[in-house]
T-cell receptor, first 114, second 116 residues
């Protein structure tokens, strides 16, 4: 079936250090998967961080970036220098454009310490 | 911009009772609405997908008898959890998608259900 696997948290990083959260996917029933990163801050809902709908493209937002790699079926999230305000839970998601359906990873809790 | 409001934010109900949650799209017309649940220690599971001009489609393990959904227009959707029990507790998220084949789901802040 369709699935998303991401780095198991919690992940603790010091402020100004770099970050990578791994995400790999399996899209057995989705012909043209779209890939997303959502973020959930404490007490809030899911917010779209970035999305890429075409393989080979890179998405970026708020200093985060991720490249849709069809060969390795990966969509890793990276940031060169994290801030305390980046502390949140990050979810990688696989979207089926045709069937309006998303599959989420388990989420990775990120804690940035000063 | 596209916003999705979901209410209530939190609710507590006694075991065996029911509760209703609502979802409203603001700033865009929601051609489809997806309801998800995040149970403790789990990721988001799709409960059902409601698309304009189509019947509501429930995922395996979720039924209309347990989670009836009303989607009367392009801006509003509601879902009820009937006869709630401990295993129904969690965060319920509503995600709405706009017209033109837009691929992004915009989510509300969720309704956290506690069952006593």
């Amino acid at each position: 079936g369709d699935s998303v696997t991401q780095t198991e948290g919690p992940v603790t990083v010091s402020e100004s250090e770099s970050l990578i959260i791994n995400c790999t996917y399996s899209a057995t029933s989705i012909a043209y998967p779209n890939l997303f990163w959502y973020v959930r801050y404490p007490g809030e809902g899911l917010q779209l961080l970035l999305k890429v709908i075409t393989a080979g493209q890179k998405g970026s937002s708020r200093g985060f970036e991720a490249t849709y790699n069809k060969e390795t079926t990966s969509f890793h999230l990276q940031k060169a220098s994290v801030q305390e305000s980046d502390s949140a839970v990050y979810y990688c998601a696989l979207g089926d454009w045709g069937n309006y359906k998303y599959v989420f990873g388990a989420g990775t809790r990120l804690k940035v310490i000063a | 911009g596209a916003l999705v409001y979901q209410y209530p934010r939190r609710t507590i109900c006694k075991s065996g009772t029911s509760m209703r949650m609502e979802c409203q799209a603001v700033g865009f017309q929601a051609t489809s609405v997806a309801w998800y649940r995040q149970s403790p220690q789990k990721t988001f599971e799709l409960i059902a997908l409601s698309t304009v001009n189509s019947a509501i489609k429930y995922e395996q393990n979720f039924t209309q008898e347990k989670f009836p959904i009303s989607h009367p227009n392009l801006s509003f959707s509601s879902m009820t959890v009937l006869n709630a029990y401990l295993e129904d507790r969690g965060l319920y998220l509503c995600g709405a998608r706009g017209q033109g084949g837009a691929e992004t789901l915009y989510f509300g802040s969720g309704t956290r259900l506690t069952v006593l």
